[in-house]
């Protein structure tokens, strides 16, 4: 990816004029922008007329007019979402030119649940309430029908009685927290009730559990009765699954050579169009990147009156809640407090949250995630470009801090060769993908039908990828990149990749739960690629030391005076194992270097290559942790801690980072900003 200069002409679908649309479709940035001709008549209607007799300036008001018009909302709803009136206290007017209480809190206890209660995530009321052995209603009133509720009100004042106001906010908190318990525990067991086969909450079946001791039975009678034959079945098993994987990746190296075909061109898009767009945040002990993350979301284009920001903590986070109210947040954003039940895991916090999304489109993000500005338009312009059965699209992964440590550099020379080459490789060919954690953004169609997130898989990317394939739905690619950081040290490293490792066992064990299924579900191509990728992975990291004791043994072999036992088969194998170990260290490094950028190749330091066999090491030492813990503690999240806000300075001088003009993050050649 070549470094960008211009941060708008680079989002794929829009030219010049709808990005200037996008930028200046909200109040403070349109003033001067107008024609006076258009500005007269976008203040002919009510709405216009209603609020500049509330004194409010004639050209906010025009240019919520013409976002009104752009976006098809209202000119209420763009001022709100400009920060141009405050809510509550328009809301508290508006209750008193109806004459009706204002409620500024609503006990959940008074609530009146009903099956659909939920809708009122989102949409604005009404609300029931029980109240002194009656009910009330909780109106969000509007202006542009202000008039006619008073005349309804001259006609029927008995209705007075019966009726209140709150904002919308105040409406979706009661909300949130009268169905908690209930929600929770839908949506913890709803995909191991409507879809058992597919959730991990249970390690393995009872048909699983028998083969897998059949396995380990017929291992060990086979190296206690024939141990040589044994040694080399499994052999040429390990074998096989290894050069399946190199091959599949040096396919994706050698494609990423030559030059691509040309894409279609992406269709024009309709910026009078814009869907609502849902971002889901979600943080743990998130407290020192609240302040980053909020300003990072709040730099993404996109109308802030088609936006639903949404950060999921847990209830008891109270740290990171607290650090998340004092950045004094937008009317587009909520908290959202993930009840202690069940696993703590991400994806029942984004499982939770998903109940309330109300946009079409929905992107996930991590806490120390700096998305692209124009990522959700890029995204956007992409769905538009094809059909629905593209559901999600995984933006790369670009890391920030690839300068620190030499276990920083080989994880960003890991990701770059898993998001700028392996990635694109399966989405050209159509071959289910394993998604990374963050930066991915799905049609809300696709992921309910895919039936979500999974609670119970500690690696939920991975899992949702395959379920999302299997449910007929392709993954495709963005180039906006989203910037992060990377463990630097090995206790940081390890149980991160423990966690990864672990999911990716329950992956495949829940993908072969029904086998039969599962290569009809994916395709004969698709189910060897989920082999390789998962099983491969799983195999290659688990048995990596056991290919340098394959090779010692037959070298001691050849070496010792039984060597013409030495058959040219286990020679041919041991030349293999080699092969095999060799190939595979210099397609990790090809990969990661082939999608490298000039900046991020002047920025890790050569000799580090080096150390690739002790970061696989280290790689098949988190696998053995993993399996301990997939037996002793399947569901625990290990959570990854992140530099505090301060530190993204250091970094800044450490690895040539510049800041924008809105004191953002950018990695020279990455395009963050595109």
């Known amino acids: 990816m070549a470094p960008n200069k211009s941060t708008e002409q680079r989002v794929p679908g829009f030219n010049e004029a709808d990005m200037a649309a996008i930028r200046t479709s909200s109040p403070r940035s349109t003033r001067g922008n107008l024609h006076s001709q258009n500005m007269r008549s976008m203040t002919a209607g009510p709405e216009a007329r209603?609020?500049?007799?509330?004194g409010i300036g004639k050209p906010q008001v025009n240019a919520a007019a013409a976002a009104a018009e752009t976006n098809a909302t209202s000119i209420e709803k763009e001022l709100i979402a400009e920060g141009v009136i405050d809510p509550e206290l328009y809301y508290s007017w508006l209750a008193?030119?109806?004459?009706l209480p204002f409620l500024t809190e609503i006990d959940p206890d008074q609530v009146v649940q009903l099956p659909s209660m939920d809708v009122l995530l989102h949409r604005d009321g009404p609300l029931r309430l029980s109240r002194a052995g009656s009910q009330v209603t909780i109106i969000v009133p509007e202006a542009r029908t202000i008039e006619a509720e008073k005349a309804r009100f001259a006609r029927r004042p008995g209705l007075r009685g019966r009726l209140m106001v709150a904002s919308p906010a105040t409406i979706r908190r009661a909300v949130w927290q009268a169905g908690a318990s209930d929600r929770v525990r839908k949506i913890t067991f709803e995909l191991d009730q409507d879809q058992q086969d597919a959730s991990a909450?249970?390690?393995?079946?009872?048909?699983?559990?028998?083969?897998?001791?059949l396995a380990v039975?017929?291992?060990?009678?086979?190296?206690?009765?024939?141990?040589f034959l044994a040694f080399t079945v499994l052999h040429i098993l390990l074998t096989m699954f290894l050069s399946g994987g190199i091959f599949l990746r040096l396919s994706a190296l050698i494609a990423s050579s030559f030059k691509p075909k040309r894409s279609p061109p992406l269709k024009r898009v309709n910026r009078r169009k814009l869907p609502i767009y849902t971002v889901l945040i979600a943080l743990h002990d998130e407290a020192d990147m609240a302040p980053a993350i909020v300003s990072r979301i709040a730099a993404l284009r996109w109308p802030k009156s088609l936006l639903d920001v949404k950060y999921v903590c847990e209830a008891d986070d109270e740290?990171?809640?607290?650090a998340l109210q004092a950045q004094n947040l937008g009317p587009e954003s909520e908290i959202i407090s993930t009840p202690a039940f069940g696993p703590?895991?991400?994806?029942?916090?984004?499982?939770?949250?998903?109940?309330?999304?109300r946009g079409s489109l929905i992107a996930v993000y991590d806490a120390e995630d700096k998305p692209a500005p124009g990522q959700l338009l890029e995204a956007w312009a992409v769905f538009c470009s094809n059909d629905a059965r593209l559901g999600c699209l995984q933006a790369p992964l670009a890391i920030a801090n690839l300068g620190r440590s030499w276990i920083s550099g080989l994880f960003a020379l890991e990701y770059s060769g898993l998001f700028r080459v392996l990635i694109p490789f399966l989405a050209q060919t159509r071959m289910p993908i394993p998604l990374g954690g963050t930066s991915n953004h799905f049609r809300r169609a696709a992921l309910k039908a895919a039936g979500g997130w999974d609670p119970h898989n500690?690696?939920?990317?991975?899992?949702?990828?395959?379920?999302?394939?299997?449910?007929?739905?392709r993954t495709g690619t963005l180039t906006s990149a989203t910037v992060e950081t990377a463990p630097t040290t090995p206790q940081v490293w390890a149980p991160q990749r423990t966690r990864w490792l672990k999911g990716w066992t329950q992956t495949w064990l829940v993908a072969m739960r029904r086998p039969r299924h599962t290569v009809s579900a994916l395709g004969i191509r698709g189910f060897v690629v989920f082999q390789l990728l998962i099983a491969g992975m799983l195999i290659s990291a688990l048995t990596h030391p056991l290919m340098f004791i394959f090779v010692a043994v037959t070298i001691a072999w050849l070496a010792s005076s039984t060597a013409s036992s030495i058959s040219t088969f286990q020679s041919t194998l041991m030349w293999i194992d080699l092969i095999n170990i060799g190939v595979s260290y210099l397609t990790f490094i090809a990969m990661g270097w082939r999608g490298f950028t000039a900046h991020e190749r002047g920025k890790m330091k050569g000799y580090w290559v080096l150390l690739t066999p002790a970061y696989w090491f280290m790689m098949s030492m988190a696998g053995w942790r993993a399996l301990g813990q997939l037996m002793s503690n399947t569901h625990l999240w290990e959570k990854t801690p992140h530099a505090a806000t301060p530190e993204w300075a250091a970094l800044a001088e450490n690895v040539g980072m510049q800041k924008d003009a809105q004191g953002m993050e950018r990695v020279k050649g990455i395009e963050p900003s595109s």
């Open 319 to 322: 740290a990171t809640i607290r």
């Open 344 to 357: 703590r895991t991400k994806p029942k916090a984004l499982q939770y949250a998903l109940q309330g999304a």
């Open 217 to 227: 039975y017929t291992a060990a009678t086979g190296f206690m009765l024939w141990p």
């Open 458 to 473: 500690v690696t939920e990317d991975a899992d949702l990828g395959i379920r999302l394939y299997a449910h007929g739905y």
């Open 96 to 99: 008193g030119e109806l004459e």
């Open 50 to 54: 209603f609020f500049l007799q509330c």
């Open 201 to 213: 909450r249970r390690v393995m079946t009872g048909p699983q559990g028998f083969v897998l001791a």
